[in-house]
């Protein structure tokens, strides 16, 4: 069966400091994946994907993640956070054959001053 | 245009109305989703449209009713409706097989 866990329900970290948002999923094959963020009471946008080639992928607003098959995971970083960055990040898993996505729990980023 | 359109932001229901959700999409995309989240969760799919023919029903109940007119619209008609159903429901699509999903801003429903 397919899941996706996010270990971290809620990380705080200070503005400028670095941040790794961590992921790790359970499919039959490679999956499609993706990361994507939501501001409260908004809908989700996506900040980075990979369905093959370079494990190493870059998104919008700074965001990068890796792609390491070894350890099933799809780890979300930036090197520098800024205070527009709190939200919830979903990590999501999709199937290379159907339309469904698979959503992680959620992780909450507090970001202080 | 990359946009998925949601209509009405926010909507209040008594248990006996019947009311509809709408979201529009002009990307092309031939996949188009609903999703309920609650608050604080992930969110759940609930429906699936592939080519205007529902593919996926996730046991979801009678009293929500999606429709697809046409390739760009998607409809969520809703009746009877329980308290527990207040949630924020999504609309996403997608282009079939590249599964890169593009989400609305949520339709922000409460039901008294």
């Known amino acids: 069966a397919q899941s996706v866990t996010q270990p971290d329900i809620h990380i705080t970290v200070s503005e400028g400091a670095s941040l790794e948002l961590r992921c790790n999923y359970s499919?039959?094959?490679?999956?499609?994946l993706f990361w994507y963020v939501q501001s409260p009471g908004q809908g989700l946008q996506l900040l980075l994907k990979?369905?093959?080639?370079?494990?190493l992928v870059q998104g919008i607003k700074g965001f990068e993640a890796e792609f390491k098959r070894s350890q099933s995971s799809f780890n979300l970083r930036k090197p520098s956070v800024h205070w527009s960055d709190a939200a919830e990040y979903f990590c999501?898993?999709?199937?290379?054959?159907?339309?469904?996505?698979?959503f992680g729990t959620g992780t909450s980023l507090t970001v202080i001053p | 245009d990359t946009e998925v359109t949601q209509t009405p932001k926010h909507l209040v229901m008594g248990m006996t109305n019947k009311k509809s959700l709408k979201c529009e999409q002009h990307?092309?995309?031939?996949?188009m989703y609903w999703y309920k989240q609650k608050a604080k969760k992930p969110p759940e799919l609930m429906f699936v449209?592939?080519?205007?023919?529902?593919?996926i029903n996730e046991s979801v109940p009678s009293r929500f009713s999606p429709e697809c007119p046409n390739s760009s619209l998607l409809n969520l008609h809703l009746h009877a409706l329980q308290p527990e159903d207040s949630a924020l429901y999504l609309c996403?699509?997608?282009?079939?097989?590249?599964?890169?999903?593009?989400f609305g801003q949520g339709t922000r429903l409460t039901v008294v």
């Open positions: 499919y039959g094959a490679t999956p499609y």
């Open positions: 990307m092309g995309h031939r996949a």
């Open positions: 996403a699509s997608s282009q079939g097989r590249t599964v890169e999903a593009f």
């Open positions: 999501a898993v999709g199937a290379r054959t159907g339309n469904q996505f698979y």
């Open positions: 990979y369905f093959s080639g370079d494990t």
């Open positions: 449209y592939s080519y205007e023919k529902l593919s």
